[in-house]
């Protein structure tokens, strides 16, 4: 069996391999496990998703960071979702042998949560958004690409998992310059990052705050990458 994961980030690509990919290609790391390089957002990760299958991917995992939508969780805390809310409000269950098999075996080194995970269309920057987005949904985390990677799963009857790890608190509202700096595939630019900081030096103590959150979550996914075989060693995972 071979195990998909789409990574829509380069950041989060490296917590599971050191190879160099281009966005929108594929790359195996062994025999059984082949990562795609999303970019941002529910299309690109739609396309990765049926880029892997079409690579004989026979079960896929959404792999990266997420934000927190429940003040309990705090960054670099994982999140194991057994629910996923789609921006429409619609749900899919993603409680299976092999997530009751993986909360297990990460249990004996990490606390795992799990809950819903909410879907959006869009970055949400502002701690009040987010806020109003749990109280709305119940779901204690949020991301862009987890909901359609699960579609793709679930139209394929494949097996699927959600590994993510918490990067901004619910209380945190991102730094301005992060909308700003983004491209229209959702990627930050590091030119127009700099030349806002420049110009905005007091988004500077948020970035870094930021980027230690991140750090956190990265953490938290290495830890995860080196158990990796044992999460795709089951068998009859479904």
Avoid at 26 to 46: C, H, K, P, Q
Avoid at 65 to 81: F, N, Q, R, V, Y
Avoid at 132 to 148: F, N, P, Q, R, S
Avoid at 182 to 196: F, T
């Amino acid at each position: 069996m071979i195990t998909g994961i789409i990574i829509a980030l380069p950041e989060e690509l490296s917590t599971l391999t050191s190879k160099k990919i281009d966005k929108g290609s594929f790359v195996f790391i062994s025999d059984t496990i082949v990562l795609a390089y999303s970019g941002a957002g529910a299309d690109n990760a739609r396309k990765a998703s049926e880029l892997l299958i079409a690579q004989n991917a026979t079960r896929l995992i959404s792999w990266g960071c997420a934000a927190a939508l429940s003040e309990t969780l705090k960054p670099g805390d994982l999140i194991l979702a057994d629910n996923l809310i789609a921006s429409d409000n619609t749900q899919i269950s993603i409680r299976s042998d092999w997530h009751r098999y993986t909360k297990n075996l990460l249990s004996n080194t990490l606390k795992v949560h799990t809950g819903s995970l909410a879907e959006s269309n869009n970055i949400v920057a502002a701690a009040q958004d987010k806020k109003h987005l749990h109280t709305k949904t119940g779901a204690v985390a949020l991301d862009m690409e987890t909901v359609a990677i699960a579609k793709v799963a679930r139209q394929s009857n494949l097996p699927f998992l959600a590994i993510r790890a918490i990067a901004d608190p619910v209380a945190m509202d991102l730094p301005k310059a992060i909308n700003h700096s983004l491209n229209n595939q959702g990627d930050i630019v590091l030119s127009q990052l700099l030349l806002y900081v420049t110009r905005h030096p007091a988004e500077l103590p948020g970035l870094i705050k930021l980027g230690l959150h991140f750090n956190a979550a990265k953490n938290t996914l290495k830890l995860i990458a080196a158990q990796l075989n044992n999460v795709t060693a089951l068998a009859n995972q479904g």
